[in-house]
């Protein structure tokens, strides 16, 4: 079997480089039969590798153990749903599981845009089989996930497995890093669309109405990703936060914040014909991020706690990169011409401006979060003394930046595009405006102090306000219009336009995250070593540790904190914290209990044992408005599916549209 | 035997549990010096088992801080034994003054290049438009459609 799978792995490299070689021959000497042969190379590299990623996946499922892979990531009593997740828990599984995800995206967007994008197809295939090569020849010659254990004559295999990381036996980390992959990888299709129509100078802006729902499709799974990731680490690794600025946390957040950057300036290009080279850059910049960040969690650039073993690859990660930011880069500047912006800007008070800015905040974001990623490898290098940075650093840069974002998030939906009148400011402004300064005076006057939580939570009721006032505007006119009422205004409001309206659902859901960040000001903890029968109060809640528990299972051994929560002498719950021992790979975790409200968290971790072994340290953390950052985890993925689904106006309005302009298709409205 | 396994793996110790300065307190000043376990956490956050760098230093800070010194102070004491990697954040002075500025100023010249991005836009398309000798007013009178159909599709 583990021949089989190095021989689809082989194949799958060689379909896919001649893919590369075919697509560009073909396009080069005008040879549609070459064109197509490379299309059906595609065809055939998903398949090899979709018949690779099924002999590993079968290995780890009938627990064989003669694969190297397997003993050292599975175990025999681990469950289902982690023997599916060792798949991708360690370096060689995991490269396979990319290099599987982008045969998939490069087999789907290549047939089903090769009709649409007849002239530029073979391009796409190009990018999008070269970076799918990268991967596959990595596993095919640095990360074999197929290698077999062989000791010596007699030795083949193990009876069983050291099993997977203990901290990756979760439900989370089952879908967590299939969704970060989605993400990563995905953006490798509106980058293959750039440059193709880069390549071929294609006219107007068809590249991005091809590629929009693919961006807004893995910006939604980078975005799942990255929460999933937060969620995790919440409940998982029991130091009471969320967010960390780990580099690998970091890495998944770089083209997040560049991706988000794009899919707010891609409208300046749909609507006016602007920033097109820019647009270019910024997709550019995300898919290099994404590969970046593959080289941080695997080559050894930066140390970090999610970081896959230190290995040699970072090198091939170097070249890769090198090599593809030249090529990105002379495309782009032998294509000045083609890039030009086509209209004007009259004004630093417009809608045009504030794209402008918001993407200037989110680069300098994400600027800053590279920075510090990276300042300890610059300082070891410029001043030989490795200067390590952390939360406080990251948290002193990035909040005010943040708190800007959150108001340009405001600001934005109220200018008009090209220039806004002093007037129209005034009237959109007001009631925004106001309801922040009463929100501000009324947290000031009831004690909070906290200059940051201050503004953000104003921010917070002056962006809710704009959103509202959209909707209620909008909603109005239809209500007057079609003698409806308001809620089913609303939602055929939001049918006419998805995109802006499902829009105004993820700002509203950056809204609620930025509550939830905001709480973290107010987060208390408290540690102490208990005896049956103790109880300890923090803030208003009290703790009686009524009974420790132990039991055992072939996977793991765990102890049992049975802690009962109440509030003003009045029982709430009992939480139970537990700390488990893996026998497979002798490692100890902690799994922590929440009482979770809209208010506050109330998070219990059972920290281990006293020196000297007799008494549970039980970790107590109160954590407000934590909650908020999940309902909008909810909400933006809410928002951005429906700012996926069709305008309903589109449809009805495309004939009328198309008979102005004389029977000519239109290939898709502004909106 | 689960007795045992419990006892000698699960043995974190709990430094800040018997101390007269609250954890809280110890806490927020551990979390301001990096863990050199390996485990990539703050002194403050790791929970490795019996660590061997984060024990001793918590009892160094609470020494210090029990001491009536300066959280700055304990801290400064700290990263001097222990070395500079167990820095958080860079320093005030050198290359860590470099880190501090460098996220700033490029925000700031982000900031700045907008207006001038913007002037440079208006500039190049009215020269575009009188190249091709089209009279503004009929420039004018496509770009109010244009705005137009715009708003309607806003």
Same mark, same amino acid.
């Given at each position: 079997?583990?021949?089989?799978?190095?021989?689809?792995?082989?194949?799958?490299?060689?379909?896919?480089?001649?893919?590369?070689?075919?697509?560009?021959?073909?396009?080069?000497?005008?040879?549609?039969?070459?064109?197509?042969?490379?299309?059906?190379?595609?065809?055939?590299?998903? %398949?090899?590798?979709?018949?690779?990623?099924?002999?590993?996946?079968?290995?780890?499922?009938?627990?064989?153990?003669?694969?190297?892979?397997?003993?050292?990531?599975?175990?025999?009593?681990?469950?289902?749903?982690?023997?599916?997740?060792?798949?991708?828990?360690?370096?060689?599984?995991?490269?396979?599981?990319?290099?599987?995800?982008?045969?998939?995206?490069?087999?789907?967007?290549?047939?089903?845009?090769?009709?649409?994008?007849?002239?530029?197809?073979?391009?796409?295939?190009?990018?999008?089989?070269?970076?799918?090569?990268?991967?596959?020849?990595?596993?095919?010659?640095?990360?074999?996930?197929?290698?077999?254990?062989?000791?010596?004559?007699?030795?083949?295999?193990?009876?069983?497995?050291?099993? %997977?990381?203990?901290?990756?036996?979760?439900?989370?980390?089952?879908?967590?890093?299939?969704?970060?992959?989605?993400?990563?990888? #995905?953006?490798?299709?509106?980058?293959?669309?750039?440059?193709?129509?880069?390549?071929?100078?294609?006219?107007?802006?068809?590249?991005?109405?091809?590629?929009?729902?693919?961006?807004?499709?893995?910006?939604?799974?980078?975005?799942?990703?990255?929460?999933? #990731?937060?969620?995790?680490?919440?409940?998982?690794?029991?130091?009471?936060?969320?967010?960390?600025?780990?580099?690998?946390?970091?890495?998944?957040?770089?083209?997040?914040?560049?991706?988000?950057?794009?899919?707010?300036?891609?409208?300046?290009?749909?609507?006016?014909?602007?920033?097109?080279?820019?647009?270019?850059?910024?997709?550019?910049?995300?898919?290099?991020?994404?590969?970046?960040?593959?080289?941080?969690?695997?080559?050894?650039?930066?140390?970090?706690?999610?970081?896959?073993?230190?290995?040699?690859?970072?090198?091939?990660?170097?070249?890769?990169?090198?090599? #593809?930011?030249?090529?990105?880069?002379?495309?782009?500047?032998?294509?000045?011409?083609?890039?030009?912006?086509?209209?004007?800007?009259?004004?630093?008070?417009?809608?045009?401006?504030?794209?402008?800015?918001?993407?200037?905040?989110?680069?300098?974001?994400?600027?800053?979060? %590279?920075? #510090?990623?990276?300042?300890?490898?610059?300082?070891?290098?410029?001043?030989?003394?490795?200067?390590?940075?952390?939360?406080?650093?990251?948290?002193?840069?990035?909040?005010?930046?943040?708190?800007?974002?959150?108001?340009?998030?405001?600001?934005?939906?109220?200018?008009?595009?090209?220039?806004?009148?002093?007037?129209?400011?005034?009237?959109?402004?007001?009631?925004?405006?106001?309801?922040?300064?009463?929100?501000?005076?009324?947290?000031?006057?009831?004690?909070?102090?906290?200059?940051?939580?201050?503004?953000?939570?104003?921010?917070?009721?002056?962006?809710?306000?704009?959103?509202?006032?959209?909707?209620?505007?909008?909603?109005?006119?239809?209500?007057?219009?079609?003698?409806?009422?308001?809620?089913?205004?609303?939602?055929?409001?939001?049918?006419?336009?998805?995109?802006?309206?499902?829009?105004?659902?993820?700002?509203?859901?950056?809204?609620?995250?930025?509550?939830?960040?905001?709480?973290?000001?107010?987060?208390?903890?408290?540690?102490?070593?208990?005896?049956?029968?103790?109880?300890?109060?923090?803030?208003?809640?009290?703790?009686?540790?009524?009974?420790?528990?132990?039991?055992?299972?072939?996977?793991?051994?765990?102890?049992?904190?049975?802690?009962?929560?109440?509030?003003?002498?009045?029982?709430?719950?009992?939480?139970?914290?537990?700390?488990?021992?893996?026998?497979?790979?002798?490692?100890?975790?902690?799994?922590?209990?929440?009482?979770?409200?809209?208010?506050?968290?109330?998070?219990?971790?059972?920290?281990?044992?006293?020196?000297?072994?007799?008494?549970?340290?039980?970790?107590?953390?109160?954590?407000?408005?934590?909650?908020?950052?999940?309902?909008?985890?909810?909400?933006?993925?809410?928002?951005?599916?429906?700012?996926?689904?069709?305008?309903?106006?589109?449809?009805?309005?495309?004939?009328?549209?198309?008979?102005?302009?004389?029977?000519?298709?239109?290939?898709?409205?502004?909106? | 035997?689960?007795?045992?396994?419990?006892?000698?793996?699960?043995?974190?110790?709990?430094?800040?549990?018997?101390?007269?300065?609250?954890?809280?307190?110890?806490?927020?000043?551990?979390?301001?010096?990096?863990?050199?376990?390996?485990?990539?956490?703050?002194? &403050?956050?790791?929970?490795?088992?019996?660590?061997?760098?984060?024990?001793?230093?918590?009892?160094?800070?609470?020494?210090?801080?029990?001491?009536?010194?300066?959280?700055?102070?304990?801290?400064?004491?700290?990263?001097?034994?222990? &070395?500079?990697?167990?820095?958080?954040?860079?320093?005030?002075?050198?290359?860590?003054?470099?880190?501090?500025?460098?996220?700033?100023?490029?925000?700031?010249?982000?900031?700045?290049?907008?207006?001038?991005?913007?002037?440079?836009?208006?500039?190049?398309?009215?020269?575009?438009?009188?190249?091709? &000798?089209?009279?503004?007013?009929?420039?004018?009178?496509?770009?109010?459609?244009?705005?137009?159909?715009?708003?309607?599709?806003?």
């Amino acid at each position: 079997m583990e021949n089989l799978g190095y021989l689809a792995v082989l194949l799958a490299f060689l379909l896919s480089a001649y893919a590369v070689a075919a697509a560009l021959a073909g396009k080069l000497r005008r040879n549609p039969f070459l064109e197509v042969s490379a299309q059906r190379a595609v065809l055939g590299a998903w %398949l090899m590798t979709t018949a690779a990623s099924a002999i590993l996946l079968h290995a780890i499922l009938t627990d064989n153990f003669s694969f190297n892979y397997v003993a050292s990531r599975s175990n025999a009593d681990l469950g289902l749903l982690y023997k599916v997740a060792a798949w991708w828990g360690g370096q060689e599984g995991s490269l396979l599981f990319w290099s599987w995800i982008a045969a998939s995206y490069t087999f789907v967007s290549v047939y089903t845009g090769r009709k649409l994008h007849r002239n530029m197809i073979s391009y796409v295939v190009v990018t999008m089989a070269a970076t799918q090569a990268f991967f596959l020849g990595l596993v095919a010659f640095e990360a074999n996930p197929f290698q077999v254990i062989m000791s010596g004559p007699q030795i083949t295999s193990v009876p069983d497995g050291s099993g %997977l990381n203990p901290l990756l036996q979760h439900p989370m980390m089952a879908i967590h890093p299939p969704m970060l992959y989605l993400g990563y990888v #995905g953006f490798t299709v509106p980058f293959a669309f750039a440059l193709a129509s880069l390549i071929t100078r294609q006219p107007g802006e068809r590249w991005i109405h091809t590629t929009r729902i693919w961006t807004m499709v893995t910006w939604l799974f980078q975005s799942i990703g990255i929460l999933l #990731g937060a969620r995790w680490a919440y409940v998982v690794l029991g130091w009471g936060g969320y967010w960390g600025w780990d580099p690998v946390e970091n890495a998944s957040l770089l083209p997040w914040l560049t991706g988000t950057a794009f899919l707010h300036s891609v409208m300046m290009q749909e609507k006016k014909g602007m920033m097109k080279a820019w647009n270019i850059i910024l997709i550019s910049a995300t898919f290099f991020l994404c590969i970046f960040g593959t080289m941080m969690t695997r080559g050894g650039l930066v140390s970090s706690v999610h970081a896959f073993a230190q290995s040699e690859i970072g090198t091939y990660f170097v070249w890769f990169l090198v090599g #593809g930011i030249g090529i990105t880069a002379y495309l782009i500047a032998s294509r000045r011409d083609y890039l030009r912006s086509e209209a004007e800007l009259d004004s630093v008070v417009s809608r045009e401006s504030s794209f402008l800015f918001n993407n200037v905040i989110l680069l300098a974001s994400c600027f800053a979060v %590279l920075w #510090g990623t990276l300042f300890p490898v610059l300082s070891e290098y410029f001043i030989g003394d490795k200067i390590t940075v952390g939360a406080p650093f990251f948290n002193k840069v990035n909040v005010p930046i943040g708190l800007f974002l959150l108001f340009l998030t405001g600001v934005g939906p109220l200018f008009a595009w090209r220039r806004t009148s002093l007037e129209s400011l005034r009237r959109n402004f007001q009631w925004p405006a106001l309801a922040a300064a009463v929100c501000a005076i009324a947290l000031f006057a009831a004690g909070m102090r906290h200059l940051y939580a201050l503004v953000c939570f104003s921010l917070c009721a002056f962006v809710t306000l704009t959103v509202l006032m959209e909707f209620y505007r909008g909603g109005r006119v239809i209500q007057r219009k079609q003698s409806l009422a308001l809620p089913a205004a609303l939602v055929e409001l939001t049918r006419r336009n998805t995109r802006r309206y499902g829009g105004y659902l993820v700002h509203m859901a950056i809204v609620l995250m930025f509550v939830g960040f905001a709480g973290a000001a107010f987060n208390r903890v408290h540690q102490e070593e208990m005896t049956v029968g103790d109880s300890i109060e923090v803030g208003a809640y009290s703790f009686k540790l009524q009974n420790i528990s132990e039991s055992d299972s072939p996977n793991f051994f765990r102890a049992v904190a049975a802690i009962d929560v109440s509030k003003g002498g009045e029982f709430l719950q009992t939480l139970m914290p537990e700390r488990r021992f893996y026998h497979a790979s002798s490692q100890p975790t902690s799994r922590v209990d929440v009482r979770s409200r809209l208010r506050e968290d109330v998070y219990v971790v059972y920290a281990g044992q006293s020196n000297d072994g007799a008494n549970p340290v039980i970790q107590v953390y109160l954590n407000p408005l934590v909650n908020w950052i999940w309902l909008g985890a909810l909400l933006l993925v809410f928002g951005t599916l429906v700012a996926l689904v069709p305008n309903k106006a589109r449809r009805s309005a495309t004939p009328v549209r198309a008979a102005e302009l004389g029977g000519q298709p239109v290939g898709a409205s502004g909106d | 035997m689960a007795h045992l396994a419990i006892s000698l793996l699960l043995a974190l110790a709990a430094a800040g549990a018997q101390a007269k300065v609250p954890y809280e307190k110890l806490r927020q000043v551990g979390d301001l010096v990096t863990c050199q376990c390996s485990c990539a956490y703050t002194v &403050g956050s790791c929970n490795m088992l019996n660590c061997h760098f984060r024990d001793p230093v918590l009892q160094d800070i609470q020494a210090g801080l029990e001491a009536g010194q300066s959280d700055e102070d304990v801290l400064e004491a700290v990263y001097a034994k222990y &070395g500079s990697e167990t820095r958080v954040q860079p320093g005030n002075d050198g290359f860590g003054l470099i880190g501090w500025i460098a996220p700033f100023a490029t925000l700031l010249a982000g900031l700045a290049l907008v207006p001038w991005v913007i002037r440079r836009w208006r500039r190049s398309n009215r020269t575009r438009s009188r190249a091709a &000798g089209v009279p503004e007013e009929v420039v004018e009178r496509f770009r109010s459609r244009i705005e137009d159909d715009l708003e309607e599709l806003e």
